[in-house]
């Protein structure tokens, strides 16, 4: 093989151990992810049976409001049914006219704080419903994600063993500054080998995509009429971005 395509071998190599290292970098973010999910759904419950809180207090509070207006309708009514002086009845009859009202109106709202409070509890039992399949399947999903983890390091730690024979290829006097330069601007720049394009009638860096002169494209030429012999090969790179042209 030809140090060109030793060179492809060892990117195509790197290729995979980048994506492996991606994947388990990810991993964590998406294990964060689906916790958010099921925390917002017990953030849902708890401010949901806070709001039940609340409204069994007001409930309680109208209540003790009813039974109040109820006992003074009571006793008002007990005093006018011992009037005898009409004034005296018509004015009572206004008072207890006036405290029917307002137990009129605290019924109302106790009514509609029963069905408010009705209506949470409802919403409570669908979204302990939805927690809890939601709970099984971000159970599954990290379960999932705790072996993508293990299958992935082993895929990484295999992929490294496998550089290491492509790596050794290359780790020959002949062939040496090649891979140095490779793996030099590996650290900036991936992939480090690209093609030559042809774009619009120009010749372009198939990295950077920048417009490449007639000499460059000379020495990639007169690199691949030597490709069996890489002593007196030239490590053609882009001007502008530095990869290696082929």
């Known amino acids: 093989m030809s140090v ?3 060179l492809l071998a060892l990117q195509a190599k790197d290729e995979q151990i980048r994506e492996w290292i991606k994947n388990i970098k990810e991993i964590p973010e998406r294990r964060k992810s689906a916790s ?3 925390d917002q759904y017990e953030k849902q419950i708890s401010d949901l049976n806070q709001g039940i809180e609340r409204a069994e207090r007001n409930i309680r509070s109208i209540e003790t409001v009813i039974e109040s207006l109820r006992a003074d309708i009571a006793r008002q009514e007990d005093v006018r049914s011992n009037l005898s002086d009409m004034k005296e009845i018509a004015a009572m009859g206004r008072q207890i006219a006036s405290l029917q009202d307002r137990l009129d109106s605290e019924e109302a709202r106790l009514a509609k704080a029963r069905e408010t409070l009705e209506e ?3 919403i409570i039992s669908e979204t302990e ?3 809890q399949n939601e ?3 971000i159970s599954d ?3 999932g994600y705790n072996r993508d983890l293990v299958a992935y ?3 990484e730690q295999a992929a490294e063993k496998e550089r290491e024979g492509l790596r050794d290829v290359l780790d020959t006097p002949e062939k040496r500054r090649f891979l140095s330069y490779y793996e030099r601007l590996g650290k900036k720049f991936f992939p480090v080998l690209v093609h030559v394009e042809h774009s619009d009638g120009n010749l ?5 995509h920048m417009r490449l002169t007639a000499s460059k494209n000379q020495e990639v030429q007169r690199n691949a009429l030597l490709i069996d012999n890489p002593v007196n090969m030239k490590i053609v790179t882009c001007d502008y971005c530095g990869r290696i042209l082929y």
């Open 129 to 131: 419903v939805l927690l």
């Open 153 to 155: 390091h082993d895929r």
């Open 141 to 143: 999903e990290l379960a």
């Open 204 to 208: 372009c860096c198939g990295g950077c």
């Open 4 to 6: 060109i395509d030793d």
């Open 120 to 122: 949470t509890r409802s």
């Open 36 to 38: 958010e999910t099921r």
């Open 135 to 137: 709970s099984d399947r």
